[in-house]
């Protein structure tokens, strides 16, 4: 079956770091998705890798390994409105995403 | 990027009542458009795969007479919750994919039923 497993909670505390872990098994792959989710909206998206390695966008870094099935999101310089879920994504081979449960981070100053 | 638009945002209706949901692609084609509801604390659920011009594909368990999708065109698709009672209050959030593959969210439309 398909299966997305994440955090269920974290919690970091301001100005530091934190990574955020993603292991997956689809039928197939077509890319990983990285969404932040405030409580009451929709999710925003924040990356998306297809290829082995690290993308680094601002604060953000995005890595994966498929050969391993797993992906971390890496939030830097962490700030109190970084506290949100934040959901792990599978485009399988239908190119339809299959969603993690999220994991809600929590920033403490 | 692309965006994507629900209308209405938020919603409150009596039990027994229909209320249809617009989602619209304002400045690209969508030939597929996504629809999920979000219980609290928990991940999307995917309803239904609409694509342009065919009837909608629903997931195990949603029952499709009570969830009616409709893919008029490539920039709409609306959502009708029929004869709506509490246990389908929730928030409802539509997306559409881009000829390119990119998957856009819209802001959501949160559904309360009395």
């Known amino acids: 079956g398909q299966n997305i497993d994440q955090p269920t909670e974290m919690t970091a505390t301001e100005g530091a770091i934190v990574q955020i872990n993603c292991t997956y098994q689809?039928?197939?792959?077509?890319?990983l998705f990285w969404y932040q989710q405030h409580a009451g909206e929709a999710p925003t998206f924040l990356s998306y890798?297809?290829l082995d390695g690290l993308e680094e966008k601002g604060r953000f870094s995005s890595f994966l390994s498929r050969s391993k099935g797993y992906s971390y999101l890496l939030l830097k310089e962490l700030q109190m409105k970084d506290s949100a879920s934040y959901l792990c994504?599978?485009?399988?081979?239908?190119?339809?995403?299959?969603w993690g449960a999220g994991t809600k981070l929590i920033i403490k100053p | 990027g692309a965006v994507v638009s629900q209308h209405p945002s938020r919603v409150i209706c009596k039990s027994g009542t229909s209320v249809k949901i617009e989602c619209r692609s304002l400045?690209?084609?969508?030939?597929?458009m996504f629809w999920y509801r979000q219980f609290p604390k928990k991940s999307l659920m995917l309803m239904a795969t609409?694509?342009?011009?065919?009837?909608?594909?629903?997931e195990q368990g949603v029952e499709k007479d009570k969830f009616l999708i409709n893919h008029a065109s490539l920039t709409l698709s609306t959502l009708t919750v029929t004869s709506a009672h509490p246990e389908d209050s929730s928030f409802y959030i539509c997306?559409?994919?881009?000829?390119?593959?990119?998957?856009?969210f819209g802001p959501g439309t949160r559904l309360t039923v009395l």
């Open positions: 997306s559409a994919r881009s000829a390119e593959r990119e998957q856009f």
């Open positions: 400045d690209f084609q969508a030939t597929t």
């Open positions: 609409s694509n342009e011009g065919s009837k909608a594909t629903y």
């Open positions: 689809t039928s197939g792959f077509n890319g």
């Open positions: 890798n297809v």
């Open positions: 994504a599978c485009m399988d081979s239908n190119y339809q995403l299959i």
